[in-house]
């Protein structure tokens, strides 16, 4: 069992579990148990190139939005 437990630590972070952390950031909530995660398992460049582009996507749905609204 504490292998399973070694091996699981030591697997690195996936995309949704990055973009789940990203969100939460954003938000500026995150639970002591996945900031460990994070800290653990992630990679800072990683990190910051999700963000950046979650930030371009949300900037890019206002603009759009806010397109649509105007011309309506």
């Given at each position: 069992?504490?292998?399973?437990?070694?091996?699981?630590?030591?697997?690195?972070?996936?995309?949704?579990?990055?973009?789940?952390?990203?969100?939460?950031?954003?938000?500026?909530?995150?639970?002591?148990?996945?900031?460990?995660?994070?800290?653990?398992?992630?990679?800072?460049?990683?990190?910051?190139?999700?963000?950046?582009?979650?930030?371009?996507?949300?900037?890019?749905?206002?603009?759009?939005?806010?397109?649509i609204v105007l011309n309506q």
């Amino acid at each position: 069992m504490e292998n399973q437990s070694t091996g699981e630590s030591e697997k690195p972070l996936g995309f949704f579990q990055m973009v789940g952390s990203v969100l939460a950031s954003f938000f500026g909530v995150q639970s002591s148990k996945n900031k460990q995660r994070d800290f653990k398992r992630g990679k800072a460049s990683q990190f910051i190139a999700v963000a950046i582009l979650m930030t371009a996507v949300w900037y890019g749905a206002i603009y759009l939005l806010v397109n649509i609204v105007l011309n309506q």
